[in-house]
């Protein structure tokens, strides 16, 4: 072996390939817009779940409460013969074949109709304006997802909440047959299913549409909900005078349909063109104006306005006072509503006029309550959303913050209550029936302290389980509603009615003034908010998060 051949010959370098990055699957459309639509159903399930399980509620104790009232043949016709004309066609309708239980079912689907109108205006103008003021479709769109891709997107969102809400209206009203008279009209139950879920569709383009004129999400809700009043009160005078109006408004389609007893295929059709043109001119007007802004822009004011901004309790009132007046306007209208019919039910009902007022009553406050609970959502809202934290970023005291919303809320209710009680003394106006003010207002009272002690319950929950407050307020306020409104015909025990809030209250004018129940809720109400205000104060804030 030679000492050359110890050495290794050198050899050409290799080439060696450049790396490359990884290549990552770009995700497509589809799977884009699934995302979207995951994201709006996340965003409206518990209201989706809470306001079908209501109206599901309300058809099988409509059903079963009629059908109980009414064991016989005759007794049924003649309850058929007794909502004929007057003031009940004003709320609800002329009746056909109110001697049925089906009949009946489906004369109360203006009722199940307007609730769920009510869900959708609030559903498409939070996911729409809402979330366009609060810069969530700008985050949105800075990715891969165009303007009109997110546009169509979030609507298909909203149209697969409307799947769980027809199922449950179908299931509630086939059970509602099926308990009481046997009969399963299956195809007659889809029908008005499809209808009353086309409503909502309806309103849900009302919502869309408004959400591209206005340039705030309260500005297009009190435009949706004087759409909602102008529509009801089309249909209402319509049937009162059998007149055209009744074709003028949606809700006029929904009684013209007459879904389970003689189904008007055709009419339906006018549903769906509505749907069909509210989202489609909806569509064509968000292609043409630049995100965040609106085709009615908001007032520019030469000079600030910095009246009520002094302090948390004044600025969180001015805050609020759209939303205030409104809700006040919406029962003052109902209030007015109900409160011109009382002559009409002092001669059909053995309840009388004393006993109708009461029921009205009862209705307004909980609705008021309803109103309540929904402002423990705004406060975690706030929170989620940073503007707690924005707030809490000056030398303000957190329990301070939470004592001006709580304030805030309980003028509110107050508010509510008086345009509930004024827009009934303006209808019994127009009546025989005498009932003063003096005794509205001692009604007025005993439903301010329920609604009152319920709110705690729930600001209680807002202070140690910030999540679970709205929701479980709501929900008991719907149970103790419908065990109040049905449990009695159904037969419910005594004990489990006596767990409701609603059964101790007393019914003015059937009922005087009962100091014990306002000691004991006014006390129950302190004790509950001094609950919340420790643990508000022990808990950390909920973390900010996108939402919708």
């Given at each position: 072996m030679t000492a050359v051949s110890l050495v290794a010959e050198p050899t050409a370098p290799t080439a060696h390939a450049t790396p490359t990055a990884p290549t990552v699957a770009q995700p497509t459309s589809w799977r884009l817009g699934r995302t979207i639509v995951a994201f709006v159903w996340r965003a409206q399930r518990r209201a989706v779940i809470g306001w079908g399980i209501l109206v599901s509620l309300l058809i099988i104790g409509n059903a079963i409460t009629f059908d109980r009232n009414n064991p016989t043949a005759a007794d049924k016709a003649t309850f058929a013969a007794e909502i004929q004309g007057g003031g009940l066609t004003l709320m609800f309708g002329p009746p056909t074949d109110a001697e049925t239980v089906a009949g009946f079912t489906q004369w109360r689907a203006m009722m199940v109709g307007a609730l769920l109108a009510i869900w959708a205006l609030m559903a498409s103008t939070q996911l729409f304006r809402g979330a366009e003021q609060?810069?969530?479709?700008?985050?949105?769109?800075?990715?891969?997802?165009?303007?009109?891709?997110?546009?169509?997107?979030?609507?298909?969102?909203?149209?697969?909440?409307?799947?769980?809400?027809?199922?449950?209206?179908?299931?509630?009203?086939?059970?509602?047959?099926?308990?009481?008279?046997?009969?399963?009209?299956?195809?007659?139950?889809?029908?008005?299913?499809?209808?009353?879920?086309?409503?909502?569709?309806?309103?849900?383009?009302?919502?869309?549409?408004?959400?591209?004129?206005?340039?705030?999400?309260?500005?297009?809700?009190?435009?949706?909900?004087?759409?909602?009043?102008?529509?009801?009160?089309?249909?209402?005078?319509?049937?009162?005078?059998?007149?055209?109006?009744?074709?003028l408004s949606p809700f006029g389609w929904v009684e013209k349909s007459e879904p389970i007893v003689d189904p008007h295929y055709a009419v339906s059709l006018l549903l769906l063109g509505a749907v069909a043109i509210l989202w489609g001119v909806s569509f064509l007007i968000q292609r043409r104006r630049d995100c965040g802004h609106a085709i009615i822009a908001g007032r520019t004011r030469r000079s600030q306005r910095l009246a009520l901004l002094h302090g948390l309790i004044p600025a969180q009132l001015r805050l609020n006072l759209g939303w205030m007046v409104g809700g006040a306007a919406v029962l003052g209208f109902f209030g007015c509503l109900f409160g011109m019919n009382v002559d009409d039910a002092?001669?059909?009902?053995?309840?009388?006029?004393?006993?109708?007022?009461?029921?009205?009553?009862?209705?307004?406050?909980?609705?008021?309550?309803?109103?309540?609970?929904?402002?423990?959502?705004?406060?975690?809202?706030?929170?989620?959303?940073?503007?707690?934290?924005?707030?809490?970023?000056?030398?303000?005291?957190?329990?301070?913050?939470?004592?001006?919303?709580?304030?805030?809320?309980?003028?509110?209710?107050?508010?509510?209550?008086?345009?509930?009680?004024?827009?009934?003394?303006?209808?019994?106006?127009?009546?025989?029936?005498?009932?003063?003010?003096?005794?509205?207002?001692?009604?007025?009272?005993?439903?301010?302290?329920?609604?009152?002690?319920?709110?705690?319950?729930?600001?209680?929950?807002?202070?140690?389980?910030?999540?679970?407050?709205?929701?479980?307020?709501?929900?008991?306020?719907?149970?103790?509603?419908?065990?109040?409104?049905?449990?009695?015909?159904?037969?419910?025990?005594?004990?489990?009615?006596?767990?409701?809030?609603?059964?101790?209250?007393?019914?003015?004018?059937?009922?005087?003034?009962?100091?014990?129940?306002?000691?004991?809720?006014?006390?129950?109400?302190?004790?509950?908010?001094i609950a919340a205000f420790v643990g508000y104060a022990r808990r950390d804030l909920l973390q900010p998060e996108l939402e919708l």
């Open positions: 609060a810069t969530t479709w700008q985050i949105l769109q800075s990715g891969r997802l165009t303007r009109n891709q997110l546009f169509r997107w979030m609507s298909v969102g909203l149209l697969v909440c409307l799947v769980p809400l027809w199922l449950m209206v179908f299931a509630s009203a086939t059970i509602g047959g099926a308990v009481t008279d046997g009969v399963i009209a299956v195809g007659g139950f889809a029908y008005f299913a499809t209808v009353v879920v086309a409503l909502a569709a309806v309103f849900l383009g009302f919502g869309i549409l408004a959400s591209q004129l206005m340039s705030t999400r309260q500005g297009a809700l009190g435009l949706c909900l004087g759409i909602w009043v102008a529509a009801y009160l089309l249909r209402a005078v319509g049937d009162l005078q059998e007149s055209f109006l009744t074709w002092d001669e059909r009902y053995a309840m009388g006029s004393a006993g109708f007022i009461a029921m009205t009553l009862s209705l307004l406050g909980t609705f008021a309550a309803l109103l309540m609970a929904y402002q423990l959502v705004k406060l975690v809202k706030a929170e989620t959303g940073g503007q707690s934290r924005t707030v809490l970023a000056r030398p303000v005291h957190r329990s301070a913050d939470l004592g001006a919303h709580v304030v805030t809320d309980v003028v509110m209710l107050v508010t509510f209550l008086a345009g509930a009680g004024g827009g009934m003394m303006l209808g019994l106006a127009t009546q025989t029936t005498e009932f003063t003010v003096a005794r509205m207002a001692q009604a007025l009272a005993m439903w301010f302290c329920a609604a009152l002690v319920t709110y705690a319950l729930g600001l209680a929950l807002f202070g140690w389980l910030p999540r679970a407050a709205a929701g479980f307020t709501g929900g008991l306020i719907l149970i103790w509603f419908l065990l109040e409104m049905f449990g009695g015909s159904m037969g419910a025990p005594d004990w489990l009615l006596g767990l409701s809030v609603w059964h101790w209250i007393p019914a003015v004018p059937t009922e005087d003034v009962d100091l014990t129940f306002v000691v004991l809720t006014l006390g129950g109400a302190l004790l509950l908010a």
